[in-house]
């Protein structure tokens, strides 16, 4: 099945995606639509645009959505410096300098416009889009779906090709309806145990059995504490990262070592003076 | 594979399987149009149709849009699909089913009760009235026992008009200023480059008139969370009505109820007749009147609601009397982790018009420190004068 091609070329890329999101990922691809991810902070979202990318041997289009950005920002600006210094240059007036200012030598494309004007069909991300505020929502809904620019200056600008689309988004702000509808949809959860080793091995091949079975039980059962932010996927591998560097062999075996590597998991103060060395040793007694 | 659904005999085809399968899921209160049903159908030629996991895996990406959504889809996709080898008669449901009228207050009954098992997890610090002790003594002797009263007594239609004018006064003043987008205007800090070179075409590139922009306003959204505990049904009417009035002026607002438990009730506000929306109200607002959970009810606010829906251009205002039977840790801790998603927050207290008064709940007191605004409010009078007040912060 194509779909499964498609997951065995995201874990080529060393990506573990669930079944669920490679069903969808496939159908977003063939049907042409965008694809929204929603999920807790730390569980992939953006890596699967990077790694689809990769995948696709195709260039990756990021557009980093917050408060306030507009459409000089996201689909193209005029070159004003430039226009000017053209028009003091030229010393012309009228019709001629107009069209030769108003031209494409003279359009700063941002990423939306990049995105319809490669060659080959891009992965265009559209990152945290919940942090844009609904005047651009609305805005990128006409271009995601009918793929078309257009400058008053210089007329409609059509794709030459469809770009992959993928939004993220974690609930800074409920999305319209009209945004959610527009695509495809799938929610992104923090991985179940099997799954987490999965991703470990595949980032961390040399990671030993025993250490690897422990630092997944421990992140799960740390997950399921009250903290205020939930460690996610990239922590996980952080911590893995720092236990051996520090050549840790057992999570057990030393208390103050276990302690030091936390702060690559708790990234709050409060979270940090909640899981107490005596917390950490608990539960890392029960993954074992 | 047995459990999968057997369809009746005359059943026209997999297209109006798959249609009815969409007005299951409309019936079942996902908004979905005729596109979806297209999409649906085209999105299950692209995977094996015959192995229900995938073709789950493909009608959630297209049918669902929220996380909501999809926790629901499972058992909506098994309830259709998988219905153990029973046969399903109608597969196509008529026109006048999912026109009628009910079916708009089916979904909306549907959401109370997700909000009323979501309350039901957290455990009631005791027995409703008998926590008000000592709390509804202020107002024991002019009080009804409001438990069963059905909100419709104590609102009336004028005065969510009256809500409504003040709530919109009140949205008007309280602007951000803080937008990073900048619109052209006749005055403003910043130069329009593109009108500039445009209308400098003109006059041989000399730049004759410079257009400028400025940062536009931006409406503040508003949360508010009405105290509707015993101590405070005397002015339980006047804030209802404002509540109504505010989700009536500014369709961005939230609103809260609590007494007890915590429930949001923002949808049922939004209804459009204002009486049947205080009729739904009265439905959520089980246990009105009793006792009051303020830290408790606030920190779950800020542990779940909050994370949606406060952000840093929102309002939070409080309308209570800062009587509570939690501790007052608690409500301090809670107020901290709201205060640091970047909101504002504003306690209205109607104890405060007292004579006298100084916040010596300790409930109160603990809040005080986190608060951006303090005010006495009892009338709707005292809340139009909030304005200006407000307008400054």
Known sequence: MAWTNLQSDLAKQDYVASDDLSVALHLALSLGRPILLEGAAGVGKTEVARVLA???DTRLIRLQCYEGLDASQAIYEWNYQRQLLAIRAAGETGKDVETRIFSEDYLLKRPLLAAIQEEKPPVLLIDEIDRADEEFEAYLLEILSEFQVTIPELGTIKATSRPIVILTANGTRDLSDALRRRCLYTYLDYPDRHTELAILNARCPDIETHLGHQIIGFVQKLRAEELEKTPGIAEMLDFAAALMGLGVADLTADPAVLQATLTTLLKTQSDQANITTEVAQRIAGKAA | MSRVTKFAARDPGPAARVSGFLAHLRDNGLRLGVAETELALAALTHIDASVPDQSKGALRAVCTGCKEDVERFDELFTSYWMDMGRVRQKVVP????????????????????????????TPDGGDGDAESDGTGK??????????NRDLRDLVQPKDIAEAERVARRLGAALRDRRSRRRKAARKGDRLHFRKIIRQSLATGGEPLSLPKKHRPDRARKIAALCDVSGSMSLYAQIFLAFLAGLMRADDKADAYLFHTRLVRITE????????????????????????TRIGGNLSRFAD????????GRTVVIILSDGYDTDPPELLSDALCRLKKRGCKIIWLNPLKGWRDYEATAAGMAAALPHLDHFAAANTLEDLANLETELGQL
């Open chain 2, 304 to 311: 779940t609601y909050a994370k949606r829906f406060v952000d």
């Open chain 1, 54 to 56: 990769a995948a696709k």
């Open chain 2, 138 to 147: 202020l107002v024991a002797t002019e009080t009804q026992n409001l438990m």
């Open chain 2, 94 to 121: 008529t026109m006048g089913d999912t026109a009628k009228d009910h079916v708009h207050s089916f979904r909306n009954a549907e959401g109370e009760d997700m909000s009323g098992s979501g309350d039901a997890s």
């Open chain 2, 268 to 291: 049922a506000l939004r209804d459009k007749d204002a009486m049947r929306a205080l009729a739904r109200m009265s439905l959520m607002a089980d246990g009105f009147a009793g006792g």
